[in-house]
């Protein structure tokens, strides 16, 4: 077969792909830019689908859905393709599910109904991780003092450390099973770190409140970001079920053969593709140790994404926001340790069509996502009603997302790296080798994990390959517009810690307020 000629491939039609096109094309339209996608469709871990709805249909995400203004890349690419954002709706009650009894307590602050040493507990560690986060340069963690000692430590391990409150523990693991979509037993704290560091600081990250990262959802689903940037790279430049297998480096060009027989050469090659989806394409020569080691203890993780749509929206008209922490509640289905919920928001579209949202990871995604769909349907309405009420039984349609079985993910919503592996991390994800560079959210100093890092690192591998064949198109604009200012970031953190210490300070003040109550009483 002919051996199709080009200057650039892209491996990986997600945003981070394609907005390296994008950014290529836009700098040099006449460069000769062609993706090679190995789905049937562009968006990576975005999806977006149609479901039956009150009004008829309308679309929801099953994949990665949240944006916030503390994330420049994303903010600015959603102004540049026009395309708008809604803001996750926050007002009312959130309901917290916790402790070996599954009690459903609700609250109406940022901060979670606890005790008194939950209180602490939870601010200590919060302000503990920023300080910690705050020493690492995520451009390089393991430049950092401590790096090797955190490294040698999960999350669990830190937390467990610090914290005696078995509820914050609880409400921790909720959160970063769907966050990280892992066991905090199976994190190194060091990339832990790294992560926040690259957020800013800890409440930007989890929140969905003003300037934070679930502040907003894109209008019309997130894939739409990626079909936009495939209307303005072209369709022709896009070929999809086209599987790379094997990159052959030669002194001054690229062989790229796919499973379907086609052969590519080329100048640069970005690999836009999750870091285990590396490990199975055949490199010649071989890829360096670093990058080899970190893609062996980086794999997917475990993430399972429902949304329930419903003739009303009786959350919120009974004064609830529609959000939920659990740790998982209880299950009578055998291989289930626990029920299906980690997190829920409240999931209106747009349109204003009612929905709820939610998302079981880590441990429960891997054992819930082994029960039939109907189990796992029945056992998320039934969750849902404990929760809500029996107003849940009206439910329109349910479905869900299992990302393990998504073909060339394997699991979402980031690749996290094991303990004892980070001494690789920046170089084996970053460090272009010869004419391979690389992209992919993981691979992002700003927002890793998220559409933003995708954003970032797809624009830094394109000035990377621009850097080398079109040097005259790089400016120094170009090169700090994919950094993050970090005098921001610790302006942003600075108010978050603020805003915190007020609220433990009145929940401190009401408790002994009615603590000393009671004793009068007593008397």
């Known amino acids: 077969m002919a051996t199709r000629e080009t200057d650039v491939i892209i491996v990986g039609a997600g945003i981070s792909g394609l907005t390296a096109a994008r950014y290529l094309l836009k700098k040099d339209p006449n460069l000769q830019v062609l993706v090679l996608e190995a789905k049937d469709r562009v968006g990576g871990r975005t999806l977006s689908v149609n479901m039956k709805c009150k009004n008829g249909t309308d679309t929801w995400d099953l994949g990665g ?43 109406t602050s940022d901060i979670p109904t606890l005790s008194l040493v939950g209180l602490l507990d939870l601010n200590r560690l919060i ?9 690492i340069d995520p451009e390089d963690p393991f430049s950092c003092p401590k790096a090797e000692l955190w490294d040698s430590m999960t999350l669990e391990s830190f937390i467990d450390s610090k914290i005696w409150s078995k509820d914050v523990k609880d409400v921790f693991r909720a959160c970063f ?14 990339y832990f770190l790294t992560y926040v560091a690259s957020c800013g600081d800890l409440k930007t990250m989890v929140e969905a409140s003003e300037h934070s990262a679930q502040e907003y959802r894109i209008k019309g689903g997130s894939q739409q970001v990626c079909i936009k940037l495939l209307e303005e790279i072209g369709s022709s430049r896009v070929l999809f079920n086209e599987p790379v297998t094997c990159i052959e480096q030669q002194s001054d060009h690229v062989i790229v053969y796919s499973r379907n027989g086609c052969n590519y050469k080329c100048q640069k090659i970005i690999l836009a593709i999750p870091p285990m989806q590396k490990g199975r394409i055949q490199f010649n020569p071989i890829l360096p140790t670093h990058t080899r080691e970190i893609i062996k203890r980086m794999p997917p993780s475990n993430i399972l994404k429902f949304v329930v749509t419903f003739p009303q929206d009786f959350w919120r008209e009974a004064g609830s926001s529609g959000e939920v922490v659990s740790n998982g509640g209880y299950s009578d289905i055998r291989g289930c340790d626990v029920g299906p919920l980690c997190v829920v928001y409240d999931g209106n579209s747009s349109n204003g069509e009612p929905a709820l949202v939610g998302l079981t990871g880590g441990l429960q995604c891997v054992q819930w996502q082994h029960q039939s769909p109907e189990d796992r349907k ?3 309405i039934k969750s849902l009603a404990d929760i809500f009420g029996e107003k ?30 980070m001494r690789y991390y920046a170089n084996g994800l970053r460090e272009p080798f010869n004419r391979i560079h690389f992209a992919g959210t993981e691979s992002a100093t700003v927002w890793c994990g998220f559409m933003n890092g995708a954003v ?11 850097y080398d064949i079109r040097p005259q198109l790089i400016s120094a604009h170009d090169l700090s517009s994919i950094k993050y200012p970090r005098q921001l970031l610790k302006q942003k953190s600075s108010r978050g810690k603020k805003l915190l210490k007020i609220t433990i300070g009145i929940g401190v003040i009401t408790l002994i307020a009615l603590a000393v109550n009671k004793m009068v009483r007593s008397k």
């Open 127 to 135: 302000n503990l991780t920023d300080k910690l986060a705050g020493e």
């Open 378 to 380: 029945s056992a998320v």
């Open 65 to 107: 859905q949240w944006v916030g203004r503390c994330q420049p890349h994303i903010m600015s690419l959603l102004d540049e393709l026009g395309i708008e954002t809604h803001t996750q709706y926050q007002t009312g009650r959130k309901y917290l599910q916790i402790g070996p009894k599954y009690t459903i307590t609700s609250y």
């Open 456 to 466: 970032q690192a797809g624009q830094r591998a394109a000035i990377e390959v621009l």
């Open 177 to 190: 099973r769907t966050m990280l979509g892992v066991e905090i037993s199976q994190v190194s704290l060091l």
């Open 392 to 421: 849940v039984h009206t439910y329109i349609e349910y479905r869900d997302k299992v990302w393990d079985v998504e073909p060339y993910n394997e699991g979402a919503p980031v690749s996290c790296v094991s303990p004892g592996a």
